[in-house]
Antibody, heavy 125, light 110 residues
Framework: QVQLQQSGPGLVKPSQTLSLTCDIS??????????WNWIRQSPSRGLEWLGR?????????DYALSLKSRLTINPDTSKNQFSLQLNSVTPEDTAVYYC???????????????WGQGTTVTVSS | QSALTQPASVSGSPGQSITISCTGT?????????VSWYQQYPGKAPRLIIY???KRPSGVSNRFSGSKSGNTASLTISGLQTEDEADYHC??????????FGGGTKLTVL
């Protein structure tokens, strides 16, 4: 069965870079039938989709417009994982971060059917 | 992109049916048939229960159903059970390869 295992620090200082990794088991980051997403959740903003990466003969990256200038999501095919890097963080970036798989139907990949366990990230000095 | 609008809370008694609305615009909910719904228990990751407005993943009870009219999508839970008490979130494709979530709805089973 497909599982996603997240790792990364729980505390990041303001202005630094938040980095998280999501290890995939039971599926491949290079599959043509999924997209790999990052989502975060905070009490003030609820669930917020951050972005995704997926492979369709080449790699594609989609980002939430509000974060596009600070966010990078990259696959690592050698480790079968994907990562999130969020630059110049502020306390507003404090949240629980989730990775997820968007399983593709014939028309879309927006049903996120597998989720990581979540990582609580606090931005504080 | 603005978050989709959901009621903060809904409640119902065991055996009843409830409906949770998710209102957006013609740029998201109304423009595409890519609305999904997630169930979330406290301290747990969300779980997909509806995708592409009406489709249920395997293993999800047929007591959960989805629909859409105009700019509003709806999740209906029939035969309410105590185990359905959770938070429910909608999500819609919003164009330009992005998606947007609703604010979430807390379901209380009385």
């Amino acid at each position: 069965q497909v599982q996603l295992q997240q790792s990364g620090p729980g505390l990041v200082k303001p202005s630094q870079t938040l980095s998280l990794t999501c290890d995939i088991s039971g599926d491949s980051v290079s599959t043509n039938s999924a997209a790999w997403n990052w989502i975060r959740q905070s009490p003030s903003r609820g669930l917020e989709w951050l972005g995704r990466t997926y492979y369709r003969s080449q790699w594609y990256h989609d980002y939430a417009l509000s974060l596009k200038s600070r966010l990078t999501i990259n696959p690592d095919t050698s480790k079968n994982q994907f990562s999130l890097q969020l630059n110049s963080v502020t306390p507003e970036d404090t949240a629980v971060y989730y990775c997820s798989r968007g399983h593709c139907s014939t028309t879309s990949c927006w049903g996120m059917d597998i989720w990581g366990q979540g990582t609580t990230v606090t931005v504080s000095s | 992109q603005s978050a989709l609008t959901q009621p903060a809370s809904v409640s119902g008694s065991p055996g009843q049916s409830i409906t949770i609305s998710c209102t957006g615009t013609s740029s998201d909910v109304g423009g595409y048939n890519y609305v999904s719904w997630y169930q979330q228990y406290p301290g747990k990751a969300p779980r997909l229960i509806i995708y592409e407005v009406t489709k249920r993943p395997s293993g999800v009870s047929n007591r959960f159903s989805g629909s859409k009219s105009g700019n509003t999508a709806s999740l209906t839970i029939s035969g309410l059970q105590t185990e359905d008490e959770a938070d429910y979130h909608c999500c819609s494709y919003a164009g330009r390869s992005t998606c947007v979530f609703g604010g979430g709805t807390k379901l209380t089973v009385l």
